[in-house]
């Protein structure tokens, strides 16, 4: 486990097998207190630019990804009732972008990294304003 400086936050970076994972988490934990960082995570979660993202870099990185119940994520991706986890998302979609960790009751919700992908981390950040 490393961490990495982003803005003046420590990152974890996390070696799973031979990929590496940023942790969300960390970088929820930045915007708010760590009891809200899983509030966050499933905001950010349910916006459509995040299910875009995380749709796209699937396609792209995993051929088991099931594109039709990523799709229906994605056209529900907005609305006032729409909710999804982490967790679901994996579910449901096969994804292997997202890991779900938990550790001293919390839960880490690490993304690969796309060669280190500061649009990712730009992403996040605005989209938890």
């Given at each position: 486990?490393?961490?990495?400086?982003?803005e003046?936050?420590?990152?974890?970076?996390?070696?799973?097998?031979?990929?590496?994972?940023?942790?969300?988490?960390?970088?929820?934990?930045?915007k708010?207190?760590?009891?809200?960082?899983?509030?966050?995570?499933?905001?950010?979660?349910?916006?459509?630019?995040a299910l875009?993202?995380?749709?796209?870099?699937?396609?792209?990185?995993?051929?088991?990804?099931?594109?039709v119940?990523?799709?229906h994520?994605?056209?529900?991706?907005?609305?006032t009732?729409?909710?999804?986890s982490?967790?679901?998302?994996?579910?449901?979609?096969?994804a292997?972008?997202?890991?779900?960790?938990?550790?001293?009751?919390?839960?880490h919700?690490?993304?690969?990294?796309?060669?280190?992908?500061?649009?990712?981390l730009?992403?996040?950040?605005?989209?938890?304003?």
């Amino acid at each position: 486990m490393a961490k990495i400086k982003i803005e003046n936050a420590a990152i974890t970076v996390l070696s799973i097998g031979e990929k590496d994972y940023i942790s969300l988490t960390d970088m929820a934990n930045n915007k708010e207190s760590e009891s809200r960082a899983a509030d966050i995570i499933k905001n950010w979660l349910r916006t459509r630019y995040a299910l875009e993202f995380l749709s796209t870099w699937e396609q792209i990185n995993n051929p088991e990804i099931k594109v039709v119940e990523s799709d229906h994520f994605k056209m529900q991706a907005g609305l006032t009732g729409f909710v999804i986890s982490a967790s679901e998302w994996i579910d449901k979609t096969n994804a292997v972008g997202i890991v779900v960790k938990k550790a001293n009751m919390v839960e880490h919700m690490p993304i690969k990294i796309l060669p280190l992908s500061l649009d990712l981390l730009s992403a996040f950040r605005l989209n938890c304003i």
